[in-house]
Each structure stands twice: as structure tokens, then as C-alpha cells.
């Protein structure tokens, strides 16, 4: 058995890069963005860090929350990500954020510089430097939010399944994050206390949507995030074999109103 493939910082850059068009297409992102902020109780006036800002999903909230006087800088390794929250802040009249294209290993601002720092769906591919990083960029007293996907509720992934068996049987090559996708409440914890914050709170929720077809998952969720690496990695020809048998077997999941797929969420708050 072949040693995986580590999803480094190149291929996190050209598969976003890829997917950024598509990227908004995952519904829950949006939401979990805004429950973050919330639950933050970010203050007017703050100046946040949004690390991984992708599309923007945290940055748009917060920009909202600290208001004119406040301000937000979201850094991502992908300038097409980027480029689109970019787009998405001038379109909603957000003038109080920066888009800056920066590997969060190596955050070139200098210590103490942020009220909050955030990461939505990001720590999977950080290094401990990364956090380190965070840490030394976040002000003493200041807080620290993430969310991550929860690996202690029980829900159907049949979906991602099917997918992950047929990438072993195309030998697509088995692609391991930096550190795992999932994780427990305990553990994401520990990943911040591990770095120098003191945990303060840590909520969970899932959240669900029923897609009408396989098709549309497929589209919406499979090629929108890193999973596409798996797709991408195939000649052309094998591309559309392993699409066509992925939608066939698929069919093993429907239930009578489509397919139901959760995800849940650990939203955890800590402070330094
Ligand atoms: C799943 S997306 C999350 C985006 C956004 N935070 C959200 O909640 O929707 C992960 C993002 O992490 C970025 N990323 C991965 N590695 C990175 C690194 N080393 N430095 C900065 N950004 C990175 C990717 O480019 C991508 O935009």
C-alpha cells in the first residue's frame, strides 16, 4: 500500500483555486459563518483576523458585526477564493474589510494585532505552526473561534463513502489532510489549549439538507471542496467512468424524498 499523498499548501492553493467558483454551492458554510460570529459576541469596534477566509463565509459577518469603526482582514493561500469574498464585500457595501493573500503559516502582521481571531473550516490543513501563528497575532485577553466537522455524531455518510470506496478501487491514490477532518469536542479543545489559548466554550449542531439527486451532491459538495483532488487526479476518460458509477451506486442511499446528508458542526470559542 502506497504512503498517502500529504494535501500540502500546493495543492490546497490549486484546488481552491479550482473550486472557488462553485465554492458558495455548499449550503451550510454561509450559516455556520454567521453562528460563529454570533457566537463570538464580537464587539463593535474589533479588529478580527479571519484565517482561511475563503469566500468569506466568516469575514462577511464579522465585517457586519464590528461595523465602520471596526475592521476585518481575511488571509487565504488561494487568490480565486479570495478574489470572491473580495467581490462579495464591495457588492454588500462592506468597506471596513482587506483581502490578503498569505500562507497562514506565516501571518505577516505582527504580535498582538487582532481582538479575534477565526477559522471556519480550516484547521484541517494547518500545521502547528499555523496555530502558533494565530496565537501570536491574537491580543492578550483575545479570543479565538473555529469550527471543525464533529466525528462523535452519528449521521449518514453513505454518500461520502461510496465516493471514498470507489477512489480506492480507480486507485485514485489516498490524499491525507495535515491533520484529521473530523474531530471530537474534546479534541478541538485540546488542538487550541495545545497552542496557548485557555477553551472557553465549545457548541455543536448538524447541520441537514435533502439533495434531489446524487447529480446535484455530486456538483455541489463533492467538486466545490477538496474531495475534488480524487476527481481531478483521473485521465478524462476514467473521470466520467468513475462520475457515471458513483451516480449508479449512489441510487443505495435514496430515500423516498432524496438524499439526506448531515453534517455536523463543532463551533469552539477560547481565549488567550
Ligand atoms: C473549506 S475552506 C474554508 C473557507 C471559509 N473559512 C469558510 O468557512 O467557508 C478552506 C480554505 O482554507 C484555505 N487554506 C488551506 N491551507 C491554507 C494555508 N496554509 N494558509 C491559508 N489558507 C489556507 C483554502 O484555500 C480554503 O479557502
Known sequence: MPDPIVFNKQMAEETYDAAASSYDSIWFFKDCGQRLIDLLDVHPRAKVLDVATGTGMVLMPAARRVGPNGHVTGIDISHNML????????ASGLRNTDFLR????HLQFPDAS????????GIM??????FGEMYRVCKPA????VTVYDKTVAVDWRLLQIFNALAKEYKV??????RPALLSPEETEALLAGCGFNPRETYRETRERVFANAEEYWDKIILSNWSRVFVTNLDEAARVRFKEDYLKRSM???????????????????QK
Open 142 to 145: 483575545g479570543l479565538i473561534g
Open 125 to 130: 490543513f494547518f500545521s502547528p505552526a499555523a
Open 102 to 105: 498569505m500562507d497562514a503559516e
Open 173 to 178: 491514490g489516498e490524499f491525507a489532510l495535515p
Open 252 to 270: 443505495t442511499a435514496m430515500q423516498p424524498d432524496g438524499f439526506h446528508v448531515s453534517f455536523p458542526i463543532i463551533y469552539s470559542i477560547a
Open 83 to 90: 478574489q470572491q469574498a473580495g467581490r462579495a464585500a464591495m
Open 114 to 121: 487582532f481582538d479575534v481571531v477565526t477559522c471556519g473550516f
